[in-house]
């Protein structure tokens, strides 16, 4: 049912759902979710067949225990062209991640391994950093380039 996400994001119990107002919605309920609260969170087949069964878009909330962290690059992308901006794609080259397009198209979510944010927190100007508490709606429009299987590819050709 997945082809989009590594599978280490996949088997956490870390998914939500929510509408075009972005409130998190517990996949299981359909009632807000809490993303401080894992009981109003679900697994991702759950969540994927709800988001599909009523519509709705798929996220992913942040845990410091996942040790996965999101970066979010806001109007950092032309959506007629594709083209995206130098300072964006200097970030997004110099991470190994995963990198999928915006619901706006206009910007890009990276997904990262990491177990902390860069000192000096949370925003700085059109990036946003999350390691916990928070989530990314999940468009699954993957960056060429940038799938969990080309990250993979490209961290294991890697000379060390």
């Avoid at 401080?36 to 969540?47: N, R």
């Avoid at 979010?72 to 083209?83: A, S, V």
């Amino acid at each position: 049912m997945n082809d989009r996400y590594p599978d280490q994001m996949v088997s956490l119990h870390q998914w939500v759902v929510c509408g075009a107002d972005k409130i998190p919605l517990d996949p299981k309920s359909l009632r807000r979710a809490d993303t401080t609260k894992s009981t109003t969170w679900s697994d991702y087949v759950t969540a994927a067949r709800v988001a599909e069964l009523h519509h709705l878009n798929l996220g992913f909330v942040f845990t410091k225990a996942a040790g996965i962290v999101g970066i979010d690059l806001d109007k950092c992308r032309n959506p007629e062209t594709g083209e995206i901006a130098p300072w964006a794609l200097t970030i997004v080259q110099s991470l190994n991640s995963l990198a999928e397009i915006s619901r706006s198209e206009t910007g890009l979510h990276l997904l990262a391994e990491s177990d902390e944010l860069p000192e000096g927190g949370r925003k700085r100007g059109q990036i946003e950093m999350y390691d916990s508490a928070r989530f990314f709606v999940m468009t699954g429009n993957i960056l060429p380039g940038y799938t969990a299987s080309d990250v993979v590819t490209r961290f294991l050709n890697t000379e060390r």
